[in-house]
Every structure is written in C-alpha cells, then in structure tokens.
C-alpha cells in the first residue's frame, strides 16, 4: 500500500533503509509496511526545506496561488483513491472519508485565494518626510506535526496556510495513519512547487521530532496533538524560540436547554458524538440536559445510538467504525468500567460487540447518573461514550461547563436569540455551536484556548502564524 511513495525528500520519493507495519484497525493485520526516517533523511528533508525557502519567496502570492489551485485539482481529481486510504487505516466510514478529503481540498482552495491577499500598510511618520511601511514576510522552515483521527484534513489545515506564506514544511503526519498524506503529498507535486518546498517524514520521535526541534532554522512548529505533548513541545521550542500553534485536546459541554427543539438535537447530537467512533477533538464529551427534557433526551438519545451499525467502514451498511488501535479500546473499556464503579448506569453499549471477533470495535455507549466529578465527564474520553447529565438552571449549567481547563469547543440547543448570545458570551471556549456541529471549515478560524492550544487553523486568521511582521522607517 505505502510502497509506490515512501518518504518525500527535496521533490523526491525516498524509500528509506528502515520501516514499520501499519495496522488496520479492523482487521488488526497489516496494511503494509511504512518507510520510517533515520537522522541523516531527517537532515536531509531540512536541509532541503532550507534551500527552497527563497525560491518559495520569490515565487509571489500570486504564483503560489496558482500553485494551490492545481493542487486542489488534482486533489479532486484523486478522491476515490484518497478516501479509500483514510478508511483502510482508521476504519472510518467511507462517506466520512470521503467527506474529510472534501474539507482538506478547500483548504488549499481558500489559502490559494489568501496567498493574494498577504497585505501590509503605510503609516505616517512624526519625522518629517518620513513614512512607516508594514510588511509581512514568511517565517520560513514550519515543522507540522498531525495525528491520526484526521489523517487529511489535518495535514492540509498545516501545509496549505504555510505555503500560502511562502514557508516551506517539514510535515510528519501519525505513523499509523501515513497513506492518505502521502497521497496528498503526491498532489502538492502537481502544483509546480520548488523542490524541497515540502518534504514528508514518518518516524520515531528521537528520529524526526528531536532534529526538527533541534534545528534553528526551523522558525515555526505547529501541532494537533494531545495536550500533554502540546505542553512538551512548548518547552523544546523555547531552546530555539520557534513560534509555537496548536490544536490540542478538547473536553466540549454540550447545553440542551428546556426550550431546545428536541428531535433536532437529538439527530445531531447523536451523529455528531459518534461520527469517527468518537475521536473527534470537538465532539461533544459532556452532556447536560434540562431536568424538564432529561428522561426523554435519554430516551431519544438511546433509541437512535442503538441503530448505529458497527463495521468495516468500506462496507456501505456500517455508519460507525472502529477505535484506532488496541490501546484505545483497552482505555475506553476501562473509562465505562470505573464510571460503573463509581454509580454511573449503562443505558446502551458499554462493552465489546459479542459479533465482531477481530478489529477495535466498541459498542455506541449511553452512561446516564453521571457525576462532574466522574472521569468519564472530568477528561476527555475520545471514544464512542455519550456521557450525559442534567441541570435546572442556565447560571448553574454555565458554571458547570466552564469547570474545566479545556477551551476547545462548547455547543447549547436553544429556540432563544438571547440565551443564545448569553450562552455564546458566557462559555469559555474557542468556538460555540448554537443548534449546530458544524465549526470547521476552511473559511473559519479553528482553534480552542486554555490548555486546548493557541493559534488558529482556517480562515483569514490562519495565515497569520506562518507571516512575520517587518516595519521600516523610510525617510526621503
């Protein structure tokens, strides 16, 4: 599967001297084997970053818009192929898949369209015949680091704003989830870039991570990741001061108040907490629920989750898939454990499906009598557990949701404008949904705050981590 690409290395196909199988996670054997970067091609790949970073500068906006465009054709042209692979290695449904690969495309369609639009400004001088000129330049060699639940939309949210700037990167995307950006890869060649304007590397940590961080050169890193590594690459950049985004770890409330449209949230809830078997940043981990609709959200709730069908995601009857590996499982078996054990009830799922021998699935799990304090409620769980409690009043509710360090994402149904603005000003979080799951898109900023990250991905604002800001004074 990985053997026509490989490492990319200065324009190239690299085949590498060692490598690693790829699990499929539903079958649990091996999708392929995975060349894995030592030092020297790690050294290798920057120094090549290194060397396009001036023919990337004066290619102009325009041209690298251009650029991006051909590679959003191309991308379009290569979808099938493309979410096929994102389905091989995490199990998704292919309509989820494919949908992915969508949203990744519009990303270079968006940032081809920012490239044009890099703009500085003048301001007036006290010194006499003077002016101030604002620029903005690329910061240069950018490190992307992505992780496995997105394996497209997350690499594409990373390359196409760096490139946009200007910046050439050094992207190295999940060891278990390397195909689709290899294939996304393939398609940035088609773009007419420098060699060396972006370079691909899977491998260990001590093999890419440590040489990237290490390397002065290297003037940005950027990351979706947990936030425990979040917290570790913040403390290796700051050896080498490199400007630091990332998207990290997310704990979302979600607020169905007693005015909400019931079958509605109910429809959307349930697709959205179970879409990617659960691992999904943004997904909805705490559920509160107005006393006056907690028994028959529950009831609604249940009755939908029990529908969803587990299985391979290229077989076009299953809507869920399984978790990515063997640790996850093992992990979300032991969160709804110790929730039991501390007086959670079980209302769905809980347990491994009888029917499936092989893969890493877990049934769609509705835990009601939750506690705050509760794990399974308290932590992210990114796993297919709907935790759900209630609450009787909107101050309580708000305080309830903002007890976490988490700042991701937070979401309320509600019929009322003002309690909608109240609820969108009250709630600490980088993006709210109100009646909607539906925050990303190239065109809106994507980032949480507190201990979910910095930066934005998408929108114009996404642009802006990859750009340094030069003033001159000019005096005639």
Known sequence: ????????????????????????????????????????????????????????REMGGFARAEALHKVANEMASRSDEAAQVITLETGKPLAQAAREWVL?????????????RIYGRVVESRVPGGRFEITREPVGIVGAFTAWNFPAALPARKLAPALAAGCSVVLRPSSQTPGVAMVMVDCLRAGGLPAGAVNLLVGSTSNTYAPIMDDTRVRKVSLTGSTRIGQQMIRDSAETVKKVSMELGGNAPLIIYDDADLESALDMTVAAKFANCGQVCVTADRIFVHDSLYEAFVEGFVARAARIKLGDGLNSESTMGPLINRNRLDEIESIVAAAVAEGATVALGGKRPANLERGFFFEPTVLVNVRDDMKVFADENFGPVAAITRFTTEEEVLTRANASNMGLAAYAFTKSPDRARRTVAALKAGMVGINSFALAAAEAPFGGTNWSGMGREGGSEGIDDFLDTKLAQIVF
């Open 1 to 56: 599967m990985y053997e026509q690409y490989g490492l990319f290395i200065n324009g190239l196909w690299v085949s590498g001297t060692n490598s690693a199988e790829v699990i499929s996670p539903v079958t649990e054997q091996p999708l392929g084997q995975v060349p894995m970067a030592t030092i020297n091609e790690t050294k290798l790949a920057l120094d090549a970053a290194y060397a396009a970073l001036s023919p990337m």
């Open 104 to 116: 990744a495309t519009e990303q270079f369609r968006w940032y081809a369209e920012e490239a044009r």
